[in-house]
């Protein structure tokens, strides 16, 4: 999490004051749905619908609109691509090795130690990847999103087909189909292809995918807000540390240690640290209901981890500097 002096050099000028600033916009949004939430001042069925839209519809605009928008040429693409792959490797093999020395954990539990340690709130790495880097940070926390999403998804379902029937075998089926649909991985995959290729949008529907993409950042962080779940955490005491200690302290520091090796430096070297310095993803509750997880614990995970976020990502910033 301690980076180089090309990281100083990248942000001179800016103050431990001016990266609050940069971060208060995402946690309040955060904090407006969780008090919109509570106070019943929108209906309850209005929060999945906004998951929905911003998850199918808005992200995807925003990916395209950025992965799209300018060339990858002369950015270190491979290098962020082997740092956040990497780094997201070391993790799953983290938390499996945990598992595997700690068998009193069942199948279920550990599907949600898995994703609170593995995955990562796109929401939320990306909107403050604007707010400290300008577009050139979002659009490079886009890409390593975009490379990521394939693998983690790939990772969770594996985990669900071979814990939770166990070890019957990974659905493969179920598998590619999971993948196919997945709207974030689709939306990568068509910004990075009408980027490596040359081809440009029409400027009136890129201007669509402007203004929806928009959109996305401040819907998607009140429904992380609005998810809060505070019911029985204690009696998910085991898996809510053990993954937290993965998301907020091994994942930094080992992005941060292959970043350096492969020699990032500057916004490339902050980016990959902070997509690995947020909470855990709210969407990981919606698959452990579907795929037979233990959702109690999950939704235990997501709470208490977007809440220590509250004192992390200021923490784990500030020492970005």
């Known amino acids: 999490m301690l980076l180089s002096r090309h990281f100083i050099i990248q942000v001179k000028g800016r103050s ?6 940069a971060l208060i916009p995402v946690l309040g949004l955060i904090l407006v749905g969780f008090i919109i939430q509570r106070s019943s001042f929108l209906p309850a069925s209005f929060w999945p619908s906004a998951e929905k839209l911003t998850y199918f519809l808005l992200m995807p605009a925003t990916l395209i609109h950025n992965l799209s928008g300018k060339q990858m040429g002369a950015l270190p693409w491979l290098k962020i691509l082997l740092t956040v792959e990497g780094a997201v490797l070391a993790s799953a093999v983290l938390v499996t090795f945990w598992w595997l020395v700690n068998r009193s954990m069942g199948g279920p539990a550990f ?25 050139d940070g979002l659009f490079l926390a ?23 029937n166990n070890g019957a075998g990974v659905d493969l089926k179920r598998l590619v189909t999971d993948l196919l649909r997945n709207p974030l991985i689709i939306g ?15 400027t009136a529907i890129d201007g ?3 203004l929806g993409g928009k959109a996305a950042f401040p819907v998607g962080l009140m429904a992380v807000g609005a998810a809060y779940r505070a019911d029985n955490l ?8 053990v993954s937290s200690l993965v998301q907020f302290l091994c994942k930094p520091l080992i992005a941060w240690g292959l970043a350096t090796y492969l020699g990032l430096t500057g916004t490339a070297l902050g980016v990959s640290v902070l997509l690995f310095s947020v909470p855990t993803a709210p969407s990981a509750y919606i ?10 614990s ?9 809440c220590l976020s509250f004192i992390t990502l200021p923490l784990t910033i500030w020492l970005l500097r």
Do not use: Y
């Open 16 to 21: 431990v004051t001016s990266i609050i600033d």
């Open 111 to 135: 599907t949600s130690l898995f994703q609170g340690g593995v995955r990562f709130n796109t929401f939320v790495a990306l909107a403050l990847a604007e707010n400290l880097f300008g577009r």
């Open 142 to 164: 886009a890409m390593g999103a975009g490379f990521m999403i394939i693998l983690i998804n790939v990772l969770c379902v594996s985990a669900f087909s071979l814990a939770v």
């Open 188 to 202: 990568c995959v068509i910004g990075v292809a009408l980027n490596s290729t040359g081809l440009k949008l029409p």
């Open 208 to 210: 669509i995918l402007a």
């Open 234 to 241: 204690l009696l998910h005491w085991h898996p809510l540390i």
């Open 287 to 296: 698959l452990s209901r579907q795929m037979g997880g233990d959702h109690d």
């Open 298 to 306: 999950m939704a235990a995970i997501i709470t208490v981890q977007t």
